[in-house]
């Protein structure tokens, strides 16, 4: 049965006025010798697109999806499944990404049941999988929701919840496995603490690289090769989330000995809540090689927390794309869409507007960031501002040949250059213009 009356979305260019088709995104267009589609990666957030019913903390659900209309919670969890590979197919998304909360019914402190439920859906997923050709990008367990969850999941006071959440783990990243998933996400949605006055931080730190430690030998032991992935998230729900930023999760790993093992998943609202943007993220996971994948979404400046909007900021994808260009792609990584159509965005084809909008928004990013790279533009900009260090004593500073009494030595003879100026304006007049005239 169709689930949608909504076409397959097809490519009909940017005069276009047609809302169900794509604008920018052109699957098979070359860009810099790849694919649109080899370079973007598209995947579907399974919770957001297909368990999200509109909820928010003043209302209730205001999405009635007809495929939900059944009280069999089993059935339900099938004929979502079907309906999310139809989505799939129509939108031309090649992956998508899951809890294991999302796919299958759980029963909060029944493992056998749930894991036995998983077992089910999982078997439909395979059929819609094999039926379709998509693919499992990233899994991951949902170790926030239940009220088990209060005091945190692998930083728990509670060693049995600890114990919970590695079992509940082992069984994700057995179906990620067994689903052919490139990568496996940690998100820490409640590893923070409210209070210092109730917290032993030391512990709780300690027990969560404990925690990773064991995922990274259990990966090996069950021959998952996928990449390993953590998404840094500040502040939401907990004040004080230990995952903050890139740079605290990369210290995290490098005092635990852990980042070789690891790579970061950037979400362009959560890089917002931390007071950062989302360029900024990417940059410091690429310049410190874990640079991974990323979830695609934008926040609201305007609200202090995580409303997962979908992508249409022509700056934020371009420069997005900019430091994925720079990266070398994203490897076994892709763009997960974690955003969710807003509460009044309740019929069935908003979910396809959505989609088409940040789709689109980022292959336009994808070709304008092409450009700015092919002309080299900030790059032969940086290369001049930074020419002092390719000769004399900028050279010997790079290259380690001198140390405070040299350096005085110098200043004390040479004094200081004058200063160029930065031309940010300028800059940002230049991006402006490719933005408008890249074709």
């Not at 949608?4 to 097809?10: M, T």
Request: glycine content about 8%; some cysteine; aromatic content about 12%.
């Amino acid at each position: 049965m169709a689930y949608f009356k909504v076409d397959k979305i097809q490519y009909e260019g940017p005069q276009s006025k047609n809302p169900l088709a794509f604008k920018y995104y052109n699957p098979d267009e070359v860009v810099m010798g790849k694919p649109m589609k080899e370079h973007l990666r598209f995947a579907m957030s399974y919770w957001h697109t297909f368990t999200y019913m509109g909820r928010d903390p003043f209302g209730g659900d205001t999405m009635n999806r007809h495929w939900d209309n059944t009280e069999d919670v089993m059935e339900k969890a099938k004929e979502r499944v079907r309906a999310a590979f139809e989505f799939m197919e129509k939108m031309q998304i090649q992956y998508f990404c899951f809890h294991d909360a999302d796919i299958a019914p759980i029963v909060p402190n029944d493992l056998a049941e749930t894991n036995r439920r998983l077992d089910e859906i999982v078997a439909v997923i395979k059929e819609e999988m094999k039926r379709t050709g998509i693919k499992c990008l990233w899994g991951t367990t949902n170790a926030f929701g239940d009220a088990k969850f209060v005091h945190g999941a692998g930083t728990s006071c509670n060693a049995t919840v600890f114990a919970y959440t590695a079992a509940q783990i082992k069984k994700a990243m057995e179906i990620t496995k067994e689903l052919g998933g490139e990568n496996y996400v940690f998100w820490g949605g409640r590893e923070g603490y409210e209070t210092l006055l109730n917290t032993d931080t030391a512990l709780e730190l300690d027990n969560f690289a404990r925690l990773l430690r064991m995922a990274v030998d259990y990966a090996k032991e069950i021959g998952f090769t996928g990449q390993l992935l953590i998404e840094p998230k500040p502040k939401e729900p907990t004040k004080h989330q230990y995952d903050f930023d890139v740079a605290t999760v990369i210290g995290f790993l490098r005092k635990y000995d852990l980042l070789p093992y690891f790579k970061m998943n950037i979400e362009a609202n959560h890089a917002t809540l931390a007071m950062h943007t989302f360029q900024h993220e990417l940059n410091m996971a690429r310049i410190n090689g874990v640079l991974g994948s990323v979830d695609a979404n934008i926040g609201d400046p305007m609200l202090g927390w995580d409303t997962d909007q979908f992508p249409t900021n022509l700056y934020d994808t371009t420069l997005a794309m900019y430091e994925i260009l720079l990266n070398g792609g994203l490897g076994s990584g892709g763009l997960n869409f974690d955003a969710k159509v807003r509460r009044a965005s309740f019929e069935d084809d908003d979910l396809f507007y959505g989609y088409i909008a940040g789709m689109d928004t980022f292959a336009r990013g994808l070709k304008v960031a092409a450009k700015l790279l092919e002309d080299k533009v900030f790059e032969n900009f940086k290369a001049e501002r930074y020419a002092s260090y390719r000769e004399g004593i900028g050279k010997d500073i790079v290259e380690g040949k001198v140390g405070f009494k040299e350096l005085e030595a110098y200043a004390l003879k040479n004094g200081v250059t004058p200063n160029k100026s930065g031309r940010q304006e300028m800059l940002e007049s230049i991006l402006n213009q490719y933005i408008i005239e890249t074709k």
